[in-house]
């Protein structure tokens, strides 16, 4: 996987996008400057590697501090989740804030993962034995595309996208 193959490139250019969105819906929030920063992040990272540019320096590290902020914002959703008593961990209620960021930051950790994953495999620093797992990375995210835009779609136009104040 020298270069990045049309599956991943597409996967990454849809994960943009959507954490384009995400991130220009964040200014109304009360922590905003958490929540636009990661996605931004986020969506600058899948759009440099979606549009085929090779992974540099820079953009792995801010694939790591993204990734770092992401975990930094999912245990601060949990803990305030559990202090408060709102949804629940494994609730999937997307009419709740808390489950809504706790998805959104846990999309933007997968996402890094595999971006920074490939970004090891574009480079050559993998075993012999583990480029067996190259295809993991693609279908990683596919799989992140369908999870994220089929929630999307489940909140937007079946739930009419209603949230609980």
């Known amino acids: 996987m020298a270069t990045p193959t049309k599956l991943f490139s597409l996967c990454s250019l849809l994960m943009a996008s959507l954490f384009a969105l995400s991130s220009s819906v964040q200014f109304d929030d ?3 400057y958490f929540w636009f920063p990661l996605y931004a992040a986020a969506c600058g990272v899948n759009l440099i590697n979606g549009v ?3 992974p540099s320096k820079p ?3 801010i694939a790591k501090a993204a990734q770092w902020l992401g975990v930094f914002l999912f245990f601060k959703v949990v803990v305030e989740d559990s202090v408060y008593g709102i949804a629940g ?4 209620d997307l009419k709740e804030r808390v489950v809504r960021e706790k998805f959104g930051s846990g999309l933007v950790v997968n996402s890094m993962y595999l971006q920074l994953k490939a970004a090891s495999v ?3 620093h993998v075993k012999r034995k583990e480029k067996k797992g190259t295809k993991y990375v693609e279908c990683g995210m596919a799989i ?3 999870v994220s835009y089929g929630m999307s779609f489940v909140f ?8 609980k104040s």
Do not use: A, R, Y
């Open 122 to 124: 574009q480079k050559g």
């Open 59 to 61: 953009i792995n590290k």
């Open 30 to 32: 009360p922590d905003w």
């Open 52 to 54: 085929g540019v090779l």
């Open 144 to 146: 992140l595309v369908v």
């Open 156 to 163: 937007f136009v079946l739930q009419k996208g209603e949230v």
């Open 89 to 92: 961990f494994w609730s999937l």
